[in-house]
Antibody, heavy 123, light 107 residues
């Protein structure tokens, strides 16, 4: 079955970088897009961006432009999200989510999710 | 960016009740609307896609409707395991925006 397994919790100091991994199994990473979504404590869901593991194309949310890099390694079926220049506002659970096109209009849906990675930014 | 607004932000209902959550988009998004369920401490789970299509494995008491700017998620007979926060999301354009969530409590 489809599984996305993320790396463990991280504690970082302000100004540092974090790199979260998302190891996929049960499907071909290059056949689907991969999104990253974050959730601050007690808050809603925020889309960070998308990567095509097939082409390497990316689409980042404006809020993260210049500070985020999403990559994939097809040889290990793993996706990565690196976020730089961390502040306390980046404290959140970070999720990877597989994008699947569904329905007659081939709409993008997030049909499988990782378990989440808590990133805490604190001095 | 397309803004997604859900109402109510929270609601409390009894087992067996019919529950409706609404989601409004700031511009027309056709039927590019998904609904997710998130239980405490867990990742979101896809319930409904393209406004009204039920994801495989999701109980039939969940249904969705709407098009354009106004959408609804309905639970026909609330069950205890439906305790969760529900989010709508538009997939019409990027950035893929979510509603702020509706927290559903069981009386």
């Amino acid at each position: 079955q489809v599984q996305l397994v993320q790396s463990g919790a991280e504690v970082k100091k302000p100004g540092a970088s974090v790199k979260v991994s998302c190891k996929t199994s049960g499907y071909s990473l290059t056949s689907f897009g991969l999104n990253w979504v974050r959730q601050a404590p007690g808050q809603g869901l925020e889309w960070m961006g998308w990567i095509s593991a097939y082409t390497g194309d990316t689409n980042y949310a404006q809020n993260f432009q210049g500070r985020v890099t999403m990559t994939t390694d097809a040889s290990t079926s793993t996706a990565y999200m690196e976020l730089r220049s961390l502040t306390s506002d980046d404290t959140a659970v970070y999720y990877c989510a597989r994008e699947r096109k569904m329905g007659l209009v081939a709409a993008a849906t997030y049909d499988s999710w990782g378990q989440g990675t808590l990133v805490t930014v604190s001095s | 960016d397309i803004q997604m607004t859900q109402s109510p932000s929270s609601l409390s209902a009894s087992v067996g009740d019919r529950v409706t959550i609404t989601c409004r988009a700031s511009q027309s998004i056709s039927i590019y609307l998904n609904w997710y369920q998130q239980k405490a401490g867990k990742a979101p789970k896809l319930l409904i896609y393209t406004a009204s299509s039920l994801q495989s494995g999701v109980p039939s008491r969940f249904s969705g409707s709407g098009s354009g700017t106004d959408f609804t998620l309905t639970i026909s007979s609330l069950q205890p395991e439906d305790l969760a926060t529900y989010y709508c999301q538009q997939s019409y354009s990027t950035p893929r925006t979510f509603g702020q969530g509706t927290k559903l409590e069981i009386k």
